[in-house]
């Protein structure tokens, strides 16, 4: 049987880093099998990324990626990237950088690995509970009094999600449609 890959994804300013640290640290201890997106400011340099990566490499690839190029605000980079990339993955986790990791995110990931669901919390962090998490249908996630998910780790089947992302990035970016007169 295959096993699944999964992917974390964040974003990063020089502020953070210390958080940032703390996820890979916290990861690195619960032997999350997952590779790390990291979506990086301009702030962060290269000789930091590199220590990073060479430190935690023989536990988890990192993937560095310039937040530059997104036109967007710090927290929904990390969605309009999630579309570029989900189909190379069978779930992934979308996660603030300062958002404190006490549980193994395994259980979470293999939760939602062919099921076109999404997991997070409601306005409240499960505190790690499983049976406490809030499976959110798919239709009320542009409301976020129903659905809190740019605060929360989202855990996604990236396989059949990849409506979902662009329906995110066109709701928070309407095309922007050209008149011809």
């Not at 992934?92 to 979470?108: M, S």
Request: glycine share 4%.
């Amino acid at each position: 049987m295959k096993e699944n890959k999964f992917a974390i994804i964040t974003t990063v300013s020089g502020g953070y880093m210390f958080a940032l640290h703390a996820n890979f640290v916290t990861n690195f201890y619960y032997k999350t099998n997952a590779d790390y997106h990291v979506i990086y400011h301009d702030s962060i340099d290269k000789e930091y990324r590199d220590k990073c990566t060479e430190e935690f490499k023989k536990y988890f690839n990192i993937i560095w990626f310039p937040m530059d190029g997104f036109g967007c605000d710090f927290h929904n980079a990390k969605y309009r990237y999630a579309r570029m990339m989900t189909s190379d993955y069978d779930a992934i986790c979308l996660i603030d950088t300062d958002e404190f990791i006490i549980t193994n995110l395994l259980q979470y990931f293999e939760e939602v690995v062919g099921t076109k669901k999404l997991i997070s919390a409601q306005h409240l962090w499960s505190g790690g509970i499983k049976e406490n998490l809030f499976n959110i249908p798919w239709e009320s996630i542009k409301d976020r009094a129903h659905a809190q998910i740019a605060d929360f780790p989202v855990f996604v089947d990236s396989k059949q999600c990849q409506q979902f992302f662009q329906d995110w990035e066109d709701f928070l970016f309407p095309p922007v449609r050209q008149s011809f007169v």
